[in-house]
């Protein structure tokens, strides 16, 4: 084989296996959204949102922090969630939500103790 056949049979393998991978199996887009977003943004994501680990007790020490966003126009509400183990950010829009994510981050509130709900209500 010389050296452009050599090159061809590797643009046809790699290809082949390019082909393969496309047609694998994988979870829908939509199905890595969380159920608290009907949209795909980021803050909302399901892998960004609180799953419980944090006990209530330090929840309750992160709250006052956390309230800190309830100054922003588009914040409705931030409690501790008793059932979730979370504190529950309420939001109006997506926008709202990115921009209390980072107020989250600026108090020093671990982004997995929130879970961000929009409520456009």
Do not use: K
């Not at 590797?10 to 959204?33: C, E, Q």
């Not at 956390?66 to 950010?89: F, Y």
Request: net charge positive; proline share 7%.
């Amino acid at each position: 084989m010389n050296i452009s056949a050599r090159r061809l049979h590797r643009l046809i393998t790699s290809g082949l296996a390019v082909v393969a991978l496309a047609g694998a199996p994988r979870p829908s887009f939509a199905a890595s959204f969380g159920p608290s977003s009907p949209w795909p943004d980021p803050a909302f994501l399901d892998y960004r949102q609180c799953h419980g680990r944090y006990d209530i007790q330090e929840l309750n020490r992160l709250v006052p922090r956390a309230r800190v966003a309830l100054w922003l126009p588009g914040t409705r509400n931030v409690v501790v969630d008793q059932e979730r183990h979370c504190i529950t950010v309420t939001v109006e829009s997506f926008g709202d939500g990115r921009l209390a994510e980072l107020v989250m981050r600026g108090v020093a509130v671990p982004r997995r103790a929130v879970f961000l709900r929009l409520d456009r209500g």
